[in-house]
């Protein structure tokens, strides 16, 4: 059993039965001219936590956790894309508009896919979902039972988001969390504070929190 110095206390796990989620570290969301930029946001910060992406990616595969990637990604016809969702952004740079990567959020397309530093190897798992969260319309709680998985490690974009809406759905499935806070980030710095800070208040009442360092050390 492998245990982790953890906000509020102490995260357990044991390898076979855990995996490691990268929530949507897609061109989309990282790079100038696509769905983020679209929102009006300032993508740049996004970047500077490829790093420690990569150093939490290296563990999981030195362990040989599962590694799961997920990207925010809808069908060329958009017929899984809720016209309240395609009306956000600006005009003309909407969900399926065409963007300087390509139409955006869509599947295939260059902006969706997930910036090459932090890219899936043959094996992993890639989870193309149309929702915010990874559970919802992609059949992947059914794979992760069969699996044997009960613990998610949780890296990856924007920690608000879809990282928040990821791990609020996986703990209403019965899976202890665990957000690693250096693996992730937030167009606004003050929203990513509070989502860490309400992840684990009220006794870890979403799930709980680790620097990087302190995974690295418990499975040295
Ligand atoms: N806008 C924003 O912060 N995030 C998203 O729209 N998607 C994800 O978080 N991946």
Redesign the pocket.
């Given at each position: 059993m492998i245990q982790v110095d953890a906000r509020p206390d102490g995260f357990s796990f044991e390898p076979s039965s855990t995996a490691l989620v990268v929530?949507?570290m897609q061109r989309d969301?990282i790079e100038p001219g696509g769905?983020?930029a679209a929102?009006g946001?300032d993508v740049t910060p996004l970047k500077a936590i490829v790093p420690a992406v990569r150093r939490l990616l290296a563990l999981a595969r030195q362990q040989s956790l599962l590694v799961i990637h997920t990207r925010?990604s809808h069908l060329p016809d958009l017929s899984d894309c809720p016209p309240a969702k395609q009306a956000h952004g600006l005009p003309g740079m909407r969900i399926g508009d065409q963007g300087p990567m390509g139409r955006i959020l869509v599947h295939g397309e260059p902006g969706n896919q997930i910036l090459e530093e932090v890219a899936p190897l043959a094996g992993e798992w890639v989870i193309d979902k149309p929702g915010?969260g990874m559970f919802y319309a992609t059949g992947l709680h059914e794979r992760l039972v069969a699996r044997g998985i009960s613990h998610l490690l949780f890296a990856?974009?924007?920690t608000?988001?879809?990282?928040q809406?990821s791990m609020r759905e996986a703990n209403d499935r019965g899976y202890r969390c665990l957000l690693v806070e250096e693996a992730t980030e937030?167009?606004f710095p003050e929203f990513k504070r509070s989502t860490l800070d309400m992840i684990i208040a009220q006794g870890g009442i979403v799930g709980r929190t680790a620097r990087l360092s302190a995974l690295e050390a418990a499975l040295h």
């Amino acid at each position: 059993m492998i245990q982790v110095d953890a906000r509020p206390d102490g995260f357990s796990f044991e390898p076979s039965s855990t995996a490691l989620v990268v929530i949507d570290m897609q061109r989309d969301f990282i790079e100038p001219g696509g769905f983020g930029a679209a929102l009006g946001n300032d993508v740049t910060p996004l970047k500077a936590i490829v790093p420690a992406v990569r150093r939490l990616l290296a563990l999981a595969r030195q362990q040989s956790l599962l590694v799961i990637h997920t990207r925010e990604s809808h069908l060329p016809d958009l017929s899984d894309c809720p016209p309240a969702k395609q009306a956000h952004g600006l005009p003309g740079m909407r969900i399926g508009d065409q963007g300087p990567m390509g139409r955006i959020l869509v599947h295939g397309e260059p902006g969706n896919q997930i910036l090459e530093e932090v890219a899936p190897l043959a094996g992993e798992w890639v989870i193309d979902k149309p929702g915010k969260g990874m559970f919802y319309a992609t059949g992947l709680h059914e794979r992760l039972v069969a699996r044997g998985i009960s613990h998610l490690l949780f890296a990856g974009v924007t920690t608000e988001v879809c990282v928040q809406t990821s791990m609020r759905e996986a703990n209403d499935r019965g899976y202890r969390c665990l957000l690693v806070e250096e693996a992730t980030e937030s167009y606004f710095p003050e929203f990513k504070r509070s989502t860490l800070d309400m992840i684990i208040a009220q006794g870890g009442i979403v799930g709980r929190t680790a620097r990087l360092s302190a995974l690295e050390a418990a499975l040295h």
